[in-house]
């Protein structure tokens, strides 16, 4: 027989296949979050065996009925209890399935889902979505109330994996669902939701009993509040414009950016506001910690966006005694000023942003409860912003009045200010030609400023009510003439394309907006023109970028408002047009040019009244001026 050789190819190959093997096991090991995956999904299928031997038939029944039977399969009991440790326990009662309970009120329909012991649904009953259908803030996974612990024999779990056992009763008119996580049957981790009527505003509360031979107290536990904002608005990007993260800590209330996240301390509520509805969460023990996000999601608005906004919260819970006790509140409801103030000591009325300052001030005082009072006996909200216009213009009529009065007194007196102009020409005469004519002005008792601030004061309205009307949701879905919803634009055209700056569609009311005033500045160039003095020698023609800005003002305002509230254009529209009429009711019956030159004359011919400090200051400092200028030309 012949004798076998060595072969080292043979060898080499062998060689090779085993580095080839080890090469690809090395390479295709799970990831630290497919492990995490693999473990989560072992532990679904533990408790869905509890379940099954649980819940499963009884071979006696005919009608096919469902008997609950005590669990006999030692071995998914043990499979349960090697994954869950304690906690398998809960997955050994009727409730460990993934059924709702519902509690609800007159305003509000909510499901509280056994796995997990967190609300899946909430339904605001009085208020519809863009395209009629109910509106949900909560639904199909997009919001995940979740608290992360650690356990005694040292795992991590998540209560959004565990199930809760309901119990639903009543306490007086209020609806109680007791949500428990149990470990046996007096240790448990609570969840106490109670609704009462007429009522957003919901108690929630979190408690244990027992619990701290259960988890872990030495690490801490993390709640997690994560929620995508649907889309519920016809304007994508108004609705996302005014989409914002509110949160109240260290006792001040501030906001994100669209994409920000930060640090916080104290935090006693965070609110995730959409356009006209919040959802918020506040605790009467603040987290002493929190880490808080909001991630804008609309990256191309062309699209059927669903949802607008991502928003986080990370916050640890403290135990006090081996044991958790926070009393806090859910609110899940429109952003309503009215309803928000009723919550004292909360500040969570901030969260309807009705502009800082001043602004907000006069939305607070003057522009809410007037628009409250006429809504509750009127219909039709756009004879509301009609009749609310007519109310503004005749109340702001006495400042109108004012500058009316102030372009005719100047009106009046420009031929002796250019008379002084053509008295003394040149640069070197430029101090002193402007000390005669404001004295001239001064002992006429005419300023030029009186013109000025009765637009100043207009001003705060203006921006008040920029913020009030696209802000009230008593316009939303609320129609006038072809205006279908007052809370967003009107449409009376689609374009088969888009315009920058402009959008894909045409808006009928920022038209009539831009018409009205085009010609309320046509009609106050020359008033605007009186108030200022006659071009002096070395200025720029103030009359050529007066005409300027009577064609470029109302082209910004139709591009600017056509994707706005169509209420804001409409209040526009006819503000405009009153101030057009009630300008020509003063220039044609009250003012009388006459009147007012005899009583500059009567004026003048008066001594002249004592200075003042600043203007004798301000008269010392153009003489000297003056001196200066003299002497600079004795020198050359």
């Avoid at 497919?34 to 005919?62: A, C, F, H, N, Y």
């Avoid at 009215?338 to 522009?367: H, Q, S």
């Avoid at 009072?373 to 609310?388: D, R």
């Avoid at 100043?456 to 309205?461: E, F, G, K, R, S």
Wanted: charged residues 25%; hydrophobic residues 40%.
């Amino acid at each position: 027989m012949e004798e076998k050789k060595f072969d080292v190819n043979s060898l080499i190959g062998f060689l090779l296949l085993g580095a080839i093997m080890v090469w690809y096991m090395y390479t295709n090991q799970p990831t630290p979050e497919e492990l995490e995956k693999q473990r989560t999904e072992q532990i679904q299928d533990s408790i869905q065996s509890v379940q099954d031997q649980i819940t499963q038939p009884s071979t006696k029944t005919v009608d096919s009925a469902i008997t609950t039977v005590n669990p006999t399969d030692s071995l998914a009991l043990s499979n349960a209890q090697s994954q869950l440790g304690a906690f398998a326990y809960s997955a050994t009662l009727p409730s460990a399935s993934a059924n709702e309970t519902i509690i609800e009120n007159d305003l509000l329909k909510i499901k509280v889902s056994n796995k997990g012991g967190q609300i899946t649904d909430v339904e605001l009953k009085e208020f519809k979505t863009n395209a009629q259908k109910p509106l949900h803030l909560v639904k199909d996974n997009n919001a995940l109330f979740n608290i992360n612990f650690a356990t005694m024999d040292n795992r991590t779990l998540n209560t959004k994996d565990l199930f809760f056992e309901p119990t639903l009763s009543e306490n007086g008119e209020n609806q109680v669902l007791s949500m428990k996580l149990k470990v046996s049957a007096d240790q448990y981790l609570e969840y106490r939701y109670e609704i009462k009527p007429g009522d957003y505003m919901l108690d929630f509360a979190i408690k244990s009993q027992g619990m701290d031979r259960a988890i872990n107290t030495t690490q801490p536990l993390q709640l997690n509040w994560d929620f995508k904002a649907y889309r519920q608005e016809k304007s994508i990007k108004t609705e996302n414009m005014y989409g914002y993260f509110y949160y109240k800590a260290d006792d001040d209330v501030s906001y994100l950016s669209f994409t920000d996240e930060d640090e916080l301390k104290d935090v006693n509520w965070v609110a995730y506001k959409q356009h006209f509805f919040t959802s918020l969460l506040k605790t009467e023990t603040p987290f002493s910690s929190a880490n808080v996000s909001s991630t804008d999601l609309v990256k191309d608005e062309e699209k059927d966006t669903v949802f607008t906004k991502l928003f986080t919260l990370k916050a640890p819970l403290d135990m006090k005694n081996g044991e958790l006790n926070y009393a806090m509140n859910w609110y899940y409801g429109p952003t309503d000023y009215k309803i928000f103030k009723k919550y004292e000591g909360t500040d969570i009325k901030d969260v309807a942003d009705l502009g800082w300052g001043i602004f907000g001030w006069i939305n607070r005082i003057i522009f809410i409860p007037v628009f409250t009072f006429l809504s509750t006996y009127m219909t039709n909200y756009g004879l509301i912003i009609i009749l609310m216009t007519i109310i503004v213009r005749i109340i702001m009529s006495p400042v109108v009045y004012k500058s009316y009065l102030s372009s005719a007194k100047m009106k009046v007196l420009r031929p002796e200010m250019q008379a002084i102009n053509e008295r003394l020409k040149g640069k070197e005469n430029a101090m002193k030609r402007q000390q005669e004519t404001m004295a001239l002005q001064r002992k006429a008792g005419v300023s030029p400023l009186a013109g000025c601030i009765p637009a100043l004061i207009q001003m705060p309205v203006f921006f008040a009510l920029f913020r009030f009307f696209p802000s009230e949701i008593g316009l939303r879905q609320k129609s006038f003439l072809w205006a279908d919803d007052l809370s967003s634009y009107d449409m009376v055209a689609q374009l088969p394309f888009k315009i920058w700056f402009y959008g894909d569609h045409v808006s009928l009311f920022p038209i009539l907006a831009s018409i009205a005033i085009f010609f309320y500045m046509r009609m106050t160039q020359s008033q605007q023109m009186n108030m200022q003095q006659p071009t002096q020698e070395g200025m720029p023609d103030m009359s050529k970028m007066m005409k300027y800005m009577m064609y470029f003002s109302p082209l910004m305002m139709l591009f600017f408002f056509n994707n706005y509230a169509s209420s804001l254009s409409l209040y526009y529209f006819v503000s405009n047009l009153l101030t057009i009429i009630i300008m020509l009711v003063i220039k044609n019956f009250i003012i009388d040019e006459d009147k007012i030159h005899a009583q500059i004359q009567e004026n003048k011919a008066k001594p002249e009244k004592k200075k003042s400090k600043f203007k004798q200051r301000l008269d010392d400092a153009m003489k000297q001026a003056q001196v200066q200028q003299e002497q600079k030309k004795k020198n050359k």
